[in-house]
């Protein structure tokens, strides 16, 4: 169980964590001062806050290398001038970093800083150990490392929630209002300083002596052992009978799978790696005969894997995050054969591959960003190819026919560019594009462009099982309701046969929503058919877009006793059934 320190021994070990490692606790503390003055800048004042979010990438990186350097300067009792230069270095490294950013962070930017953080924190786990043989060491490490975090957490969600609730009495009672946001300002004091230092706290002085340490915590064996080992079967299960549906049924597997292997696989590594001081025990056997049998068992999933990231690169390209399963699939076949095969099991290679893979990917013409970007902008010049639609300056010309998933799939490949600020890579495609540099504004133009060239054929024999359309992303995003002359204005959110009712008014959708039908009373008084629209909408814009005009989902109905005028905001359907979210207006 964990041992809950006393105040008086929280105090100390604190004042010993500053004193030991000052530079980090220093980093820890600007990155808190950082984070709410971040908080507190609106983000109007834009400049200011893209470089506030640059500088906290910084700091947050600053920590775990710092952290690497200093532990590694005790185990290897490094003298005071070595230390202050492996500071200096790490310092120059991340002032470079800090250029190598966009001034206004792009996706690609935070996905760097993930793999950077993803890598320093890896770093921290095996650096002290790194030319020692001293494997059960480095479990003790980590093990001690892990309980910590725990046992931070708990302490500083304990404070959190007491201070939260504190904050909010004197709210209630005395009616104060805070000139600041106080519940995130204190959440950043807590969990990135407060917490910071509790984790610190407890990291071990003496790590040439781990080694030394037999005595393993009977709650993690317990945890593992009856909980995570149970839980790992059960998936384990789950996964070998999709495997057997899609040998009976003979096709190739769903891409979502990747995920469920990845995470089942890592899970099942992490379980075998608490256990690990207890493999060679006489009286816990079953713990090497599981490990061997979980690592066979894995090398089919892994083969299940590489399936389904391999469907869903075929047909849809690489992007960041398959490159990333497709990365994390060869590790795992890597590391399992190295686990079976291996008569050393020397388990700092988990960490220590992954930290260096997490690093290497995030950078050179090899990067996840990199590739992505010329996956996606080959398969956008594939598929215009495809239908002729590229003139000699390899340029958007004509008009041609397409089915409706290579239309969407040219659409969500200028979705793709759009959304991580990197439109500029398709505009060697379209001629005479808006001269404004804005991404959003470009990817409009490029999308309008494609819909001016491109229609939606249809398949014989197969029909769109999905449609879904809104107005919400339209370039036209400022729509003018025209309500004069109405006197209500009636919200409404349908699904299926789903009726609603107000003041002796409904509306009754049919056909599980084909048509939409306007009852006064029992009277029928106006009805639509909305099928036929999206029908229309699916010519134009494929499957799905979120950019549909919004005049083209107005419906209106007069006569000499009413006037109406439905207009919808969005609507989808799934399979036979259709939805819908919109206003009526009624005079």
Known sequence: MIKLPSVQNLTSAIQRVIQRLPWVVLVAAAKALLLITLIETPRTDEPTHNLLVRLAFLLFLALPLLLSVRLVAERRRWSQAVQLGAVVAVVVLLIGYFFTMNETPIQRDYYRFG?????????????????????????????????????????????????????????????????????????????????TLLFLSGIPERLDQLDEISEYPKGLKLFTQYVLLPLEVVYLIILYVYSAQILIQWRLPEGGVAYLVVAFSVAGILALLLLYPL????????????????????????????????????????????????????????????????????????????CLISFAIAIGPWS????????????????????????????????????????????????????????????????????????????????????????????????SRTLNFSTRSAPNEIYALDINGYGTMWLFNVYGEQRMEQNGWMIQPT?????????????????????????????????????????????????????????????????????????LLRK
Request: hydrophobic residues 45%; aromatic residues 14%; positive net charge.
């Open 115 to 195: 793999l950077f953080m993803v890598s320093a924190h890896l770093l921290v786990s095996f650096a002290p150990f790194v030319g020692y043989n001293k494997p059960h060491g480095f479990w003790e490490f980590n093990k001690t490392l892990f309980i910590q975090i725990l046992t931070a957490t708990l302490y500083a969600g304990t404070l959190y929630i007491g201070l939260i609730i504190a904050i909010e009495t004197v709210r209630f009672l005395f009616d104060v209002d805070y000139p600041f946001r106080i519940e995130a300002d204190l959440f950043v004091l807590i969990f990135s300083f407060f917490h």
């Open 279 to 354: 493999r060679s025990s006489a009286e816990e056997r079953w713990i090497r005969l599981f490990a061997r049998r979980f690592h066979l068992a894995l090398l089919p999933l892994i083969v299940l894997l590489f399936v389904g990231i391999y469907r869903r690169i075929g047909d849809y390209g690489i992007t960041e995050n398959r490159y990333l399963v497709g990365i994390l699939a060869v590790w795992l076949l890597g590391i399992t054969f190295y686990l079976l095969f291996s008569k050393r099991d020397d388990i700092r290679l988990i960490p220590l591959t992954l």
């Open 511 to 583: 056909g599980n929503g084909r048509n939409l039908t306007v009852y006064r009373g029992t009277t029928q008084v106006a009805s639509w058919d909305i099928a036929t629209r999206l029908a229309e909408l699916e010519q134009e814009y494929g499957t799905s877009s979120y950019e549909v005009d919004p005049a083209q989902l107005v419906f209106s109905f007069q006569d000499q006793a009413h006037s109406l005028r439905l207009v919808l905001r969005s609507a989808a359907r799934n399979g036979d059934t259709y939805s819908y979210e919109g206003i």
């Open 368 to 463: 996840i960003f990199g590739l992505s970007r010329q996956s996606q902008a080959n398969r956008f010049r594939d598929l215009l190819a495809k239908y002729q639609l590229l003139n000699n300056q390899q340029q958007l010309e004509g008009r041609a026919a397409v089915p409706p998933g290579d239309y969407d799939h040219l659409q969500s490949i200028v979705r793709y560019f759009r959304d991580r600020g990197e439109t500029a890579t398709l505009q060697p495609f379209f001629a005479q594009l808006p001269t404004r540099n804005n991404p959003t504004t470009l990817a409009n133009a490029m999308e309008v462009r494609l819909r001016n060239s491109l229609s939606v054929k249809a398949i014989p024999g197969e029909a």
